[in-house]
Structures are given as structure tokens and as C-alpha cells.
């Protein structure tokens, strides 16, 4: 039988609030996330939980829990598996245990966890806020699509991922009427996005990444991939790596004095992520390194990265791994 409601289809797309994302720029991510904080306040639901792995540095201090402390905001970590995938359970009993305000998922180096649409639902049935820190994941939301539209609102971390000196947008998607409400104190609709391709940076990166992961094959068990695919859609901020048999931090030196363009995000946890509670992240944190793929990158430079690699990993193999 076929429905007989009757139907009438426009020419043209009407729906004002369908598929309507609102982008406010800032200096950087952190001060997107403070604006979202300060306009989402409520005494009643104050936690804001975040993932068991976020970094530290004297330079830059933690651009995700810093808007947090200085608020004086109450959150908690939610576990983080060995391979930095989410631990739903822990998360869940988490959302059970407290009023939650705002649950903070990163998409980590712009890769997408396969538990992110769970965690999303779970906030949600918790009635909890969601925020996709997208610090890392510009290209996978706005090219792959595959991320930054399940939660409530992202930020972008423009200088992280554009050759920008500054640069962060917080992105409030348009379902429920509390978002349309919001205003944070931003500049809206500034158009600093719109200035590069972003289709081919995203499309380069990708390149990259591919041709960097099969060229370090043969190092594995040295060193090997966190996460050996790269799911269609994702598109890397760098290529995360697990140090085996050598002194991460050593090889991290050796690389950077031979070549440069490593990093290692996180090499040290903020305070609040302790060994105790959180061995996994901490013993992630000893082993990680991130290579790069960014878009200034073609393929002679990803065969000199692959190539120092190795080289570097030779250099100090009698130095064995070292735990600390
Ligand atoms: C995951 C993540 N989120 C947010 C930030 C903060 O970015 P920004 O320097 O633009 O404030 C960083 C970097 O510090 C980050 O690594």
C-alpha cells in the first residue's frame, strides 16, 4: 500500500534550522571552549567530564583542561583504553555517578573512535551537553564528515591545522533550541576558513599518511602504527605511532636534531590523570610519538621522515626501551 499523506516538495531547500551549524571565531580553541563554559553555565549541572588523556607543557599549559581549571569547574576523567579508545563503561557509570554538564569527546590526531556515537547517546540519555574537540579533526569534519556533528557544539584549532598565527572557531550545530539560544561572546561568520582549499589539504594529508604508514611497515615491532587503518574520511593531523624498543624520548630527539617535525602529544599527563587510576594513558604517554602529514609535506619529504626512522631507531637500538 502506499502512504497516502499527501506530499509537496519545494524546488528549492527551505528548512531554516535543518543541517544549520553556527561558526564564532576566536583566538584559538581554548577560548572558543571557556565561551561555550561561560554561556552554558548552570549550578545544577556543573561536571564536565574529559577523556584520561590530555597533555601538559610548560609552553603552551593544556589547552583543554586549562578553560576548565580556571573556572573553577568540577570534572573527571573517563578511562581511556590502551588504545586510546574510549571506555563506555567507565564513561557510563561516570554520567550515573554525577549531574553532568558537558562531556568532552576529542577526536584525537583527527581520527574517529569507534565508540563516538555511543558516548554521544549516552551523554545525551544522561542529558548531558556534548563537546567534539576538533583541535586535531578540522579536515575529518569538514571534509570527511565523519565527525563534529553528533554533539552539541566542536572547536577548531585554526593555527594548529592552517598556517595561521592564531585562530580557533567554536561551531554550534543547529538541532535543539537551547544551542539556537546560545550566543557566545565570538566573532560569528568570519570567513578565515573559506581562504584555503580545504579539499586538497585535506586530500594531501591523507597521501601523506598512507604512503608514511606502508614505508614504516618494515619497523614494526619497533615501532609500530597506534591504529593501523585510516578509515575513509578520516584525515590525520599527524601520524600516531607507538615506540617499542627504544627510548621514545631519545628516538623523539634523534628525530628532531637529524630532521625535525616530530611531536609527541602527550608526553606528560596533566596532574589529574594519575598512574594509579589511569595506567593505560600513562603507559600510552611513555610510547607515543606523532610524525607529521601536513599539507607543506610531498612525498620526498614523507620518504626522509620514513627513512630517519629507521635510521634514528638503528642509532639507538642498544639503548633498549626504557620504562620509566
Ligand atoms: C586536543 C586539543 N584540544 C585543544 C587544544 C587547544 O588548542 P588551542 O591552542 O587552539 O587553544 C589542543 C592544543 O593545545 C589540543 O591538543
Not at 47 to 56: H, Q, T
Not at 315 to 324: C, F, I, N, Q, S
Amino acid at each position: 500500500m502506499s502512504d497516502l499523506r499527501p506530499i509537496r516538495i519545494e524546488p528549492l531547500a527551505t528548512e531554516q534550522h535543518a543541517f544549520r551549524r553556527r561558526f564564532f571565531w576566536y583566538p584559538s580553541a581554548r577560548s572558543g571552549f571557556g565561551a561555550l563554559l561561560d554561556s552554558t553555565a548552570s549550578t545544577k549541572r556543573e561536571r564536565v567530564l574529559l577523556p584520561a588523556f590530555i597533555g601538559w607543557s610548560h609552553r603552551e599549559g593544556s589547552g583543554v583542561l586549562d578553560p576548565v581549571t580556571s573556572r573553577g569547574i568540577p570534572h573527571s576523567f573517563y578511562r581511556m583504553g590502551a588504545d586510546l579508545r574510549i571506555d563506555l563503561t567507565h564513561l557510563e557509570e561516570l554520567l550515573q555517578r554525577h549531574e553532568v554538564r558537558l562531556l568532552v569527546i576529542i577526536h584525537f590526531f583527527g581520527y574517529v573512535d569507534p565508540g563516538y556515537r555511543s558516548a554521544v547517546d549516552l551523554a545525551q540519555k544522561h542529558g548531558a551537553w556534548v563537546l567534539e574537540d576538533e583541535a586535531h579533526a578540522l579536515y575529518t569534519d569538514l571534509i570527511g564528515g565523519l565527525s563534529g556533528s553528533l554533539g552539541n557544539a566542536a572547536v577548531y584549532s585554526l593555527h594548529k591545522m592552517l598556517p595561521l598565527p592564531i585562530g580557533g572557531m567554536l561551531v554550534l550545530n543547529g538541532g535543539s533550541n537551547e544551542v539556537r539560544e546560545l550566543s557566545p561572546a565570538g566573532d560569528p561568520d568570519k570567513d578565515v576558513l573559506w581562504g584555503y582549499d580545504l579539499a586538497r589539504i585535506a586530500q594531501q594529508r591523507v597521501t601523506n599518511a598512507l604512503l608514511l604508514a606502508e614505508l614504516i611497515g618494515p619497523l614494526n615491532g619497533d615501532v609500530d602504527l597506534l591504529w593501523p587503518k585510516l578509515e575513509p574520511g578520516v584525515v590525520p593531523q599527524t601520524l600516531p605511532v607507538l615506540v617499542r624498543s627504544v627510548p621514545r624520548d631519545l628516538l623523539y630527539e634523534h628525530m628532531n636534531n637529524a630532521l625535525g617535525g616530530v611531536v609527541t602529544l602527550y608526553h606528560t599527563l596533566v596532574d589529574g590523570i594519575t598512574l594509579e587510576e589511569h595506567p593505560e594513558s600513562h603507559a600510552l604517554s611513555r610510547r607515543i610519538m606523532n610524525l607529521p602529514v601536513h599539507q607543506d609535506l610531498g612525498p620526498a619529504e614523507i620518504h626522509a621522515v620514513a627513512s630517519q626512522l629507521a635510521a634514528s631507531v638503528e642509532a639507538l637500538r642498544d639503548r633498549g626501551p626504557h620504562d620509566r
